[in-house]
């Protein structure tokens, strides 16, 4: 069982930055793959980014390529989403999820479907 704590999120003009945290309780942390989903009104939850076990490995939805960086820091037990470049277009509460993959260092889980576990979410709005 892993409990997952978000914060980060915020108020940012245009074109500004934030960067979400998600703080994991537990001792192994390392074993999780990573995710930051995001769910704007009157829509799906969608993936944001995601990142294996391992850190080695990353993907970023097509819609935050180059403007969003998922990594992680094992020793702290956080997965971390920094935001450049926001647009109007990507207020939305944003979660943070996470799977226990115990042997597999390289898999990047994207799908809601393959998480087990979610935080309580983080606000993001982007005023244009």
């Known amino acids: 069982q892993v409990q997952l704590v978000e914060s980060g999120g915020g108020l940012v003009q245009a074109g500004g930055s934030l960067r979400l945290s998600c703080v994991a309780s537990?001792?192994?942390?390392?074993?999780?793959?990573m995710g930051w989903f995001r769910q704007a009104p009157g829509k799906e939850r969608e993936v944001v980014a995601a990142i294996s076990r391992s850190g080695g490995r990353t993907y970023d939805a097509d819609s935050v390529k180059g403007r969003f960086t998922i990594s992680r820091d094992n020793a702290k037990n956080t997965v971390y989403l920094q935001m450049n470049s926001l647009k109007a277009e990507d207020t939305a509460v944003y979660y943070c999820?996470?799977?226990?993959?115990?042997?597999?260092?390289?898999?990047?889980?994207?799908?809601?479907?393959?998480?087990?576990?979610w935080g309580q979410g983080t606000q993001v709005t982007v005023s244009s």
């Open positions: 999820a996470a799977v226990d993959l115990g042997w597999d260092y390289y898999s990047v889980p994207t799908k809601e479907r393959e998480y087990d576990y």
């Open positions: 537990g001792r192994t942390f390392s074993s999780y793959a």
